[in-house]
């Protein structure tokens, strides 16, 4: 049923004629409003992530005011809200303990203003679950607006991309082989415009998920941020969520459990990254769509990768993807793997969206007869190690590890892992799993992107470039090797990745979706018998609300007392 203009939600705060609302409208004649603002018009929230300190979305003050001049064009009302600025490189220990605080800030902002729908800026890796999360709780009609991603780094002629190409650079340099001046070179070079990071990373990776749930306009998370069809694409959001609101397309209508298999299956096929799966599952459970992890390793196996993009793909970066032809053109190619009859944000189904796309370049989005990786890029193991799951991925690693058993090396900390790393003379082989615990969403705290362990030294001056690692955390989505992640539940709390000692020998078998320490179960209850909890992290403050109440990887890492089901839902505030 469209809108009236006495439906409207702001109405609530602006029609009355009473003392409450007379206070309402005096004080937004305060910043200049009058009538003409708020009768009848939907007020838009911009919900705007930018900050100084977040380079990714430095672009997005400028953008909030090409989304004000589409709310304007199409006669609404818009507001810019500032929330919580993520920022993945700069945020310590790590943006994920914030993940959830920018959640909540999102639904409650979306929830005790007169706002009528809202249009979601952000793109940096955890802003984007942030606000989905956030404005789906809250259930008012939105549109996500992605920053889009960086131009591509060059250095000395050499195409560079965020993350990647720091690993690579880093390895070398400590093997010695780049001097301190080409390191800097690399720094200058690898982030020469605002935008995320331009790998197929957690940031784009993300975007691209959003945008196949219908989140977005169509192919909006590929535009790149410094292109001029990223202010155009803005000023489209603008127009399009006023009509949004008279519509009444909320969230719930356009995230369904067909929408959500399409943005698990567009995940797999571009090679996403790690961090997608946490996601993924808190972004359906705010949804109230079930999804588990064996539905994204079912998904995974029957979806190739045809993004050819780093660091799952080989030569290309996401300003390549966007030439090629962008997300569409890549949904095109998936064909009949996606439900296409699913709805979104512009009111039209993914199908009729895609209907014209055209792939201009068929290296950079493979058809499904040449793909770069013949399964999905993730892939989910259990056993003994992770009972609750743990997850890698085949695209990105050395195939000889798929199916392998060595030895283990465990540090109990990252800084026991830096003595391990950095010692030159230390006894591992090729053979050996380097082991990092008590680094989960409890341990790290926060779950931090340690997961993709630094080559060891040792092994470096060998000529080794990969080895198994195995650990309770994250690893950034432009990281690659064979590295086990997520293991749950987690050590901090008893998981049996607590119990395992140097010399155990790990088995892991990807096929077969297997991790395993070879140990008894008597043993193991020997040891689990004996385990000591570590101290608390937190004993005050935000870390110690977010230890009460997050809940293991394999289950989003949301806070237990926000999901949906979790009490009566909460009621629109008292006027
Ligand atoms: Fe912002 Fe990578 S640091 S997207
Ligand atoms: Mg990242």
Same mark, same amino acid.
């Given at each position: 049923?469209?809108?009236?203009?006495?439906? &409207?939600?702001?109405?609530?705060?602006?029609?009355?004629?009473?003392?409450?609302?007379?206070?309402?409208?005096?004080?937004?004649?305060?910043?200049?409003?009058?009538?003409?603002?708020?009768?009848?018009?939907?007020?838009?929230?911009?919900?705007?992530?930018?900050?100084?300190?977040?380079?990714?979305?430095?672009?997005?003050?400028?953008?909030?005011?090409?989304?004000?001049?589409?709310?304007?064009?199409?006669?609404?009302?818009?507001?810019?809200?500032?929330?919580?600025?993520?920022?993945?490189?700069?945020?310590?220990?790590?943006?994920?303990?914030?993940?959830?605080?920018?959640?909540?800030?999102?639904?409650?902002?979306?929830?005790?203003?007169?706002?009528?729908?809202?249009?979601?800026?952000?793109?940096?890796?955890?802003?984007?679950?942030?606000?989905?999360?956030?404005?789906?709780?809250?259930?008012?009609?939105?549109?996500?607006?992605?920053?889009?991603?960086?131009?591509?780094?060059?250095?000395?002629?050499?195409?560079?991309?965020?993350?990647?190409?720091?690993?690579?650079?880093?390895?070398?340099?400590?093997?010695?082989?780049?001097?301190?001046?080409?390191?800097?070179?690399?720094?200058?070079?690898?982030?020469?415009?605002?935008?995320?990071?331009?790998?197929?990373?957690?940031?784009?990776?993300?975007?691209?998920?959003?945008?196949?749930?219908?989140?977005?306009?169509?192919?909006?998370?590929?535009?790149?941020?410094?292109?001029?069809?990223?202010?155009?694409?803005? !000023?489209?959001?603008?127009?399009?969520?006023?009509?949004?609101?008279?519509?009444?397309?909320?969230?719930?209508?356009?995230? !369904?459990?067909?929408?959500?298999?399409?943005?698990?299956?567009?995940?797999?096929?571009?090679?996403?990254?790690?961090?997608?799966?946490?996601?993924?599952? /808190?972004?359906?459970?705010?949804?109230?769509?079930?999804?588990?992890?064996?539905? &994204?390793?079912?998904?995974?196996?029957? !979806?190739?990768?045809?993004?050819?993009?780093?660091?799952?793909?080989?030569?290309?970066?996401?300003?390549?993807?966007?030439?090629?032809?962008? @997300?569409?053109?890549?949904?095109?190619?998936?064909?009949?793997? @996606?439900?296409?009859?699913?709805?979104?944000?512009?009111?039209? !189904?993914?199908?009729?969206?895609?209907?014209? /796309?055209?792939?201009?370049?068929?290296?950079?989005?493979?058809?499904?007869?040449?793909?770069?990786?013949?399964?999905?890029?993730?892939?989910?193991?259990?056993?003994?190690?992770?009972?609750?799951?743990?997850?890698?991925?085949? /695209?990105?690693?050395?195939?000889?590890?798929?199916?392998?058993?060595?030895?283990?090396?465990?540090?109990?900390?990252?800084?026991?892992?830096?003595?391990?790393?950095?010692?030159?003379?230390?006894?591992?082989?090729?053979?050996?799993?380097?082991?990092?615990?008590?680094?989960?969403?409890?341990?790290?705290?926060?779950?931090?992107?340690?997961?993709?362990?630094?080559?060891?030294?040792?092994?470096?001056?060998?000529?080794?470039?990969?080895?198994?690692?195995?650990?309770?955390?994250?690893?950034?989505?432009?990281?690659?090797?064979?590295?086990?992640?997520?293991?749950?539940?987690?050590?901090?709390?008893?998981?049996?990745?607590? @119990?395992?000692?140097?010399?155990?020998?790990?088995?892991?078998?990807?096929?077969?979706?297997?991790?395993?320490?070879? &140990?008894?179960?008597?043993?193991?209850?020997?040891?689990?018998?004996?385990?000591?909890?570590?101290?608390?992290?937190?004993?005050?403050?935000?870390?110690?609300?977010?230890?009460?109440?997050?809940?293991? /990887?394999?289950?989003?890492?949301?806070?237990?007392?926000?999901?949906?089901?979790?009490?009566?839902?909460?009621?629109?505030?008292?006027?």
């Amino acid at each position: 049923m469209p809108k009236k203009p006495e439906d &409207l939600r702001s109405a609530r705060w602006f029609a009355p004629d009473d003392l409450r609302s007379m206070g309402h409208r005096s004080r937004v004649m305060q910043i200049g409003m009058d009538g003409q603002d708020w009768t009848g018009k939907p007020v838009i929230a911009i919900i705007n992530t930018w900050s100084d300190l977040s380079p990714c979305h430095h672009h997005l003050r400028d953008r909030a005011e090409f989304v004000k001049k589409g709310v304007w064009q199409a006669g609404g009302t818009p507001v810019e809200m500032p929330v919580h600025s993520f920022a993945e490189q700069l945020l310590k220990p790590t943006s994920m303990l914030y993940r959830n605080m920018g959640a909540i800030e999102v639904e409650e902002t979306l929830r005790s203003f007169p706002v009528d729908g809202a249009v979601l800026m952000g793109g940096c890796d955890k802003s984007t679950p942030a606000l989905v999360m956030g404005a789906v709780s809250m259930g008012l009609p939105f549109i996500f607006l992605p920053a889009g991603a960086m131009l591509r780094g060059n250095y000395a002629g050499e195409k560079l991309g965020s993350g990647t190409d720091v690993w690579k650079y880093w390895d070398e340099r400590r093997a010695g082989n780049i001097t301190k001046d080409q390191w800097e070179g690399v720094q200058g070079g690898i982030a020469r415009s605002y935008g995320t990071c331009m790998t197929m990373g957690t940031a784009s990776t993300m975007m691209s998920i959003v945008d196949a749930w219908g989140l977005t306009l169509p192919g909006a998370s590929t535009i790149p941020a410094p292109d001029s069809a990223h202010k155009r694409m803005s !000023t489209a959001c603008g127009r399009r969520i006023v009509d949004m609101v008279w519509e009444d397309l909320t969230p719930d209508r356009i995230m !369904t459990p067909a929408s959500t298999r399409n943005a698990v299956t567009v995940a797999m096929a571009t090679g996403c990254s790690t961090n997608a799966i946490i996601h993924l599952i /808190a972004m359906a459970r705010r949804a109230d769509v079930p999804l588990t992890l064996d539905d &994204l390793d079912a998904i995974g196996r029957t !979806t190739p990768v045809i993004a050819n993009i780093r660091p799952s793909g080989k030569d290309y970066l996401m300003e390549d993807f966007f030439y090629a032809g962008g @997300l569409n053109a890549l949904m095109k190619e998936l064909g009949d793997k @996606l439900d296409l009859s699913a709805m979104t944000v512009n009111g039209r !189904t993914l199908g009729e969206n895609i209907a014209d /796309a055209v792939n201009y370049n068929d290296d950079v989005i493979r058809p499904l007869s040449n793909p770069v990786y013949h399964e999905g890029s993730l892939a989910v193991l259990r056993g003994n190690l992770a009972p609750d799951g743990a997850v890698m991925k085949p /695209a990105a690693m050395d195939p000889k590890f798929q199916v392998h058993s060595g030895p283990a090396i465990v540090a109990d900390s990252y800084a026991q892992l830096k003595e391990i790393i950095n010692d030159e003379d230390h006894p591992m082989t090729p053979d050996s799993v380097l082991v990092l615990r008590n680094a989960g969403p409890q341990g790290g705290p926060g779950m931090p992107e340690w997961g993709m362990i630094p080559m060891p030294k040792a092994l470096l001056k060998k000529g080794h470039r990969d080895m198994v690692r195995l650990s309770d955390a994250r690893m950034s989505g432009t990281s690659y090797g064979a590295c086990v992640l997520h293991v749950a539940p987690e050590a901090f709390i008893g998981g049996p990745l607590a @119990l395992i000692r140097t010399g155990d020998v790990i088995e892991i078998d990807v096929p077969n979706r297997r991790l395993s320490v070879r &140990l008894t179960e008597a043993e193991l209850e020997t040891r689990r018998a004996a385990w000591v909890p570590p101290p608390p992290r937190y004993e005050r403050g935000w870390g110690w609300m977010f230890s009460r109440h997050i809940e293991q /990887a394999d289950k989003g890492c949301d806070f237990d007392f926000l999901r949906t089901e979790f009490g009566a839902p909460v009621p629109e505030p008292e006027i």
